[in-house]
């Protein structure tokens, strides 16, 4: 059977196309026509689009989804501080079905803001698995590489297993990075290694970088360069695409090292604002050709996965750091959340746009709402001033996860509850 979206306001976020009013033809996972004029039947399933703009789903390009349990834990304090001290010791307490819960209380979020697909860096990896191919989400999974114990053989076993267990898993909505976790925890021989084995199978990698001063100050303290030439030093952008998360301390220097990059950067606005960090270069990357998506980065800094928000705030800052309205203006800002970040992911081929041929990963935001009205220009309305409890109804791999704000693949109840008992646990003692 297929779904007709009909009458919705376009806004497919391909390059130079113009939202417009238009119906979507949706056959098993893909996009078969989208128009003015598509050839539906009446045996179609229709979904009423007028009143609603429908656009691709966010793509989230950086995630730590059972940090949801970390949510409101811990702020206010120094990343390394609240690192250290506090998502540490509690991580350690977590058991893999706290793991699964935790992933699938960020699902839920994430569904209900109008995420469709996210990076995510962590541990246990096979209860993610699972909790995506239950929640029906699309999702890139690395196992985070932490080396600064002696037990680094098997954690590396560990980020193998999720490759060749997982890639392509949950009828293809799963994909699989290699995720050291950042030039601060990871020395040169293992992280050579991490690089060598992502050549080898030709996989994309997951890593943070450059996200403090500290870190900066730490890694040249330890090897006399930036972070980012401690990558570039061990040949980590040689031969592989490398989804960098952060770069918000990056000298100019640095930017001109990545120009020509395969991948870009994951901008996670809300957690470096939160965190005080910094605001991204991310003006300077853009123009030096670099593909920069947005991310949120864990419940348990960011405290919300709302990509809106993201998205909102990312364009804020550009304009702030510029002290120029013109910076990073709506569209832009939605594109980065959506294509942008696809391709950090290297799905932008499959998803990203509203377009035909590709998989039927999309969202309806209603707009019949008094913050949404009136619409002189949609691309505004959705950056500027939607939410993510503004969506309605939530599609992935064709298949409707979200309808008129109710979730079809995850029972809301049982979860809270399984949070709830979950979350004291882990903090106890912390
Ligand atoms: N700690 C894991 C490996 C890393 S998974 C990803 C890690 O990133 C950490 N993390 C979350 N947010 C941030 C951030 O903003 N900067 C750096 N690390 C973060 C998070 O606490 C988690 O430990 C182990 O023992 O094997
Ligand atoms: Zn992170």
């Known amino acids: 059977m297929r779904t007709w979206i009909r009458n919705g306001l376009l806004a497919t976020m391909v390059e130079g196309e113009a939202p417009y009013c238009g119906d979507i033809l949706i056959e098993h996972d893909r996009i078969v026509e989208i128009g003015t004029s598509v050839h539906a039947s009446e045996e179609d399933k229709v979904i009423e689009g007028d009143g609603f703009a429908v656009m691709p789903g966010f793509i989230n390009a950086h995630q730590h989804s059972p940090m949801s349990l970390l949510r409101a834990f811990s702020d206010d304090r120094k990343l390394m501080d609240w690192l250290d001290r506090k998502m540490l010791p509690a991580e350690a307490n977590m058991t893999p079905e706290d793991i699964y819960w935790g992933s699938m209380l960020a699902m839920a979020e994430m569904i209900r803001s109008g995420t469709t697909c996210f990076a995510d860096m962590y ?44 890639s392509g898993a949950a009828d293809g909505r799963i994909t699989t990075m290699i995720g050291p976790h950042s030039p601060y925890t990871c020395p040169p021989e293992p992280l050579k290694e991490t690089i060598a084995y992502a050549e080898s199978r030709k996989l994309p990698i997951h890593i943070h970088l450059a996200e403090t001063k500290e870190e900066v100050v730490k890694i040249r303290d330890r090897y006399g360069v ?40 994951a901008h996670n606005p809300i957690s470096n604002l939160k965190l005080g960090c910094g605001i991204a270069p991310v003006t300077e990357c853009i123009r030096q050709g670099i593909t920069v998506g947005i991310g949120t980065d864990g419940a348990g800094s960011a405290t919300t996965l709302d990509m809106f928000e993201s998205a909102r705030a990312a364009a804020w800052l550009q304009k702030l750091d510029y002290g120029d309205p013109t910076m990073l203006p709506a569209g832009q800002a939605l594109r980065m959340g959506t294509l942008e970040s696809a391709k950090l992911l290297c799905l932008n ?8 041929g590709k998989k039927a990963d999309l969202i309806l935001v209603d707009l019949r709402k008094p913050h949404l009205q009136p619409n002189h220009n949609v691309e505004s309305l959705l950056a500027y001033a939607a939410k993510g409890s503004d969506v309605d109804t939530v599609m992935v791999d064709g298949r409707l996860l979200m309808q008129g704000r109710k979730l079809l693949t995850i029972d809301e109840e049982e979860l809270f509850g399984q949070v709830r008992h979950r979350a004291a646990r882990i903090v106890q003692g912390i």
Do not use: C, N
């Open 123 to 166: 541990i246990h990896m096979d209860q993610i698995g699972e909790a995506v191919k239950s929640a029906g989400m699309r999702a890139s999974l690395t196992r985070g590489l932490v080396f600064l114990q002696d037990d680094g053989g098997k954690r590396m076993g560990e980020a193998i297993d999720l490759v060749e267990r997982w």
């Open 349 to 356: 081929r499959e998803v990203g746009t509203l377009e035909k």
């Open 226 to 265: 930036t972070p980012t030439e401690y990558l570039v030093d061990l040949g980590m952008f040689d031969r592989s695409h490398v989804l960098l998360a952060h770069a918000v301390h990056l000298t100019r220097k640095d930017v001109r090292l990545l120009h020509g990059m395969r991948g870009g950067v």
